[in-house]
């Protein structure tokens, strides 16, 4: 008896670690539906390439207070309030997947560039340098964190990972 | 006794997650180092050339306009790109209209259209895109409709002849984008 529900309590645990182990085993990386992505804000993530691509996203809004810098703070929180406010949903400074789905809607495929799917994201229509994202087969979202048009392109997950290899 | 079968069934169990979950992160990883990858160089480098307007003599075909258009909007300046990566260029077309009265409303309640044409011929078609989108006949081709709730953006996703078009609108119906999308020309 004390053997079945040593083994129970076993293949329970051995369930639960597979379903958490993989998230915290690495970094969750941007995902196709961005209503998936991790929860950025105070309290959950506040840096690194999730942080980069909403301080470039904002910057082509009215409310791009914030460097670009990947270090969530009060002048990136405002921005996003603001964002919130402007696409009818709660204001309340988190990226959970309700304000993920509406920076997504912004989001347009542009066309197939070799080995990567070449994204704008158009919020601003009159912007001359939109946020533009990569996304490569290989190692998923990059996107440009500059707004003058000299391309330097960044991982989107946890860490702060430049683009330094594509694959073909 | 009974305890400590437990702990042990226990941390048994936990180990083996650990290991397992390990195997799978590493199959993952080979798997993404099977493709062939090149090094970021500046000839590699991926660079975009912007153009306001329709630079026509930088693009390698005509750029169609909606003969069809929703009310009381106007037209913003279009922007031509070109993408560059290596040899391989993605020559692009940008067309806007928004709300007259746009700068009175929040963002969510604009009408907007935005029209992209580029010289992708659909060989390599962004499946993870599509795929959250209903399949429906545009102009005579295949064409993916993409939309969410009612104040959300809508695209209209197709490909014809060798070329791409993605014509989004927000607080327009599905209806009006499609006719604008089958009267580009």
Redesign the interface.
Known sequence: M??R??????????????FI??KG??AHDME??WANNDTIGYGYETDGGYVLAIQRMLKDTPWGYSAVDGYWGSKTYNGVVNFQ????IAADGIIGPVTW??FE??R???????S???YEW??N??D??PA?Y??D???GWYI?VTTN?S?D?WHVDHDFER?????? | MKKKNLIIGGIVGAALAVVISGFVSQEKATSANSYQNTKVTEDTKIKVERFNGIAQDKLSFKAKKPTVLPEDVKELEPKTEVVIQGAKKLKVVKQAWVDKDADKKLKYQRKELLIIQSDDDGTVKPMNVLSKGEKIQVAGVDAWLIKRGEHDPIQLIFWKDGRYFNVRGMNIKADKLIKIAESLQ
């Open positions: 004390v053997k529900l040593s083994l129970c309590l076993g293949a329970f645990l051995l369930g639960l670690g597979l182990s993989p085993a690495s196709d539906n406010r402007n696409e009818g789905e509406e809607d912004y347009v495929y542009v066309g197939y560039l070799g990567t799917q070449y158009n919020y229509l009159t001359s340098y533009t990569l996304r087969a290989c190692y440009d048009n391309e392109y683009l330094t290899y594509m694959c073909l």
